[in-house]
């Protein structure tokens, strides 16, 4: 029983000597082994790797893929005119070396981050205070971009090696500072409601325009139209008044006749109308030569 557990530990013990001797490293990464605190071995190819068991040697793994640094802070740069404007920027750049990366930069890669923005930024200070405004927003931009580029890489390539690449510097935004914006977003909004106040002014001006020259049309045709239709109804009359004075003109009584019964209608135009007259009056003279004329005829 005792050899079976001696073995067993044995085998258990023999495990973990191999599981600390063997590491994996990544397609992303490079591995670093250290032995006694020094780099004995950098492994930039994948795959499974042996080492020494700790404490006599470590790995440790630093990435080698592109990185992405962006800017840290919003602190104003002063252009050629003096003038104080913010920039965002980025910068792509890879760890080449990590040897040499290692000494004179860091473990990891937060510490070449930082101190890349501190290069980043002082670059980019330095080129900006020769250039204006409208460089930065101009073509021109390309030129400082890659003017920043070949500082930084004067200073990670220099004396002592950082051992990394900066790939690209791209600017992203280029403003005023707030005090400043404000103030031209102000005169913007002045100048835009200023031109919006001259339209309307504008518009209303044509509106009143179209309108009194539609009056004026409305009027003309309105008057054209009346003056036609005061031609059109004389005409009417004139005829009608022919055609009653020769139906007339052949049958007296009956004309006097038809009279009266026009008369009548616009006397008695209610059932509540009441007229006062004297019977011997020739208003209802047809009404009694019809009465008469019927009694003749019984």
């Known amino acids: 029983m005792n050899r079976i557990g001696f073995i067993a530990t044995s085998v258990l013990v023999l495990l973990v000597l191999l599981s600390s001797t063997l590491f994996v490293v990544d397609q992303r990464q490079f591995g670093v082994v250290y032995a006694l605190g020094q780099i004995k071995q950098v492994i930039t190819e994948p795959g499974l790797n042996f080492k020494l068991p700790p404490p006599f040697q470590n790995v440790s793994y630093i990435d080698k893929r592109l990185l992405t640094l962006s800017s840290l802070d919003t602190e104003p740069m002063l252009t050629a005119e003096k003038q ?117 002014s504008t518009g209303t001006a044509e509106g009143e325009k179209i309108r009194a020259d539609a009056d004026r049309q409305r009027e003309v045709i309105v008057a054209n139209a009346y003056r036609d239709a005061q031609k059109i109804k004389g005409e009417g009359d004139a005829q009608a008044a022919a055609t009653y004075s020769e139906a007339f003109g052949r049958d007296p009584q009956f004309a006097q006749f038809y009279r009266s019964l026009e008369a009548y209608k616009q006397s008695f135009n209610k059932k509540s109308d009441v007229m006062v007259l004297d019977p011997s009056s020739d208003f209802f003279r047809a009404m009694q030569s019809s009465g008469s004329g019927g009694a003749a005829r019984k």
């Open 84 to 200: 104080r404007v913010v920039i965002d920027w980025y910068v792509r750049w890879r760890i080449s070396d990590p040897q040499a990366y290692i000494r004179n930069v860091g473990l990891d890669e937060n510490a070449g981050a930082m101190q890349l923005n501190r290069v980043v930024r002082n670059a980019f200070q330095e080129n900006i205070n020769k250039r204006t405004v409208r460089d930065l927003i101009s073509v021109r931009r390309e030129a400082l971009m890659a003017d920043v580029q070949r500082e930084v890489l004067a200073v990670v390539k220099g004396a002592k090696p950082w051992g990394v690449d900066v790939v690209d510097v791209r600017i992203t935004r280029v403003d005023y500072v707030e005090a400043i914006t404000e103030s031209v977003y102000r005169r913007m909004e002045a100048e835009r409601k200023r031109v919006a106040n001259e339209l309307r």
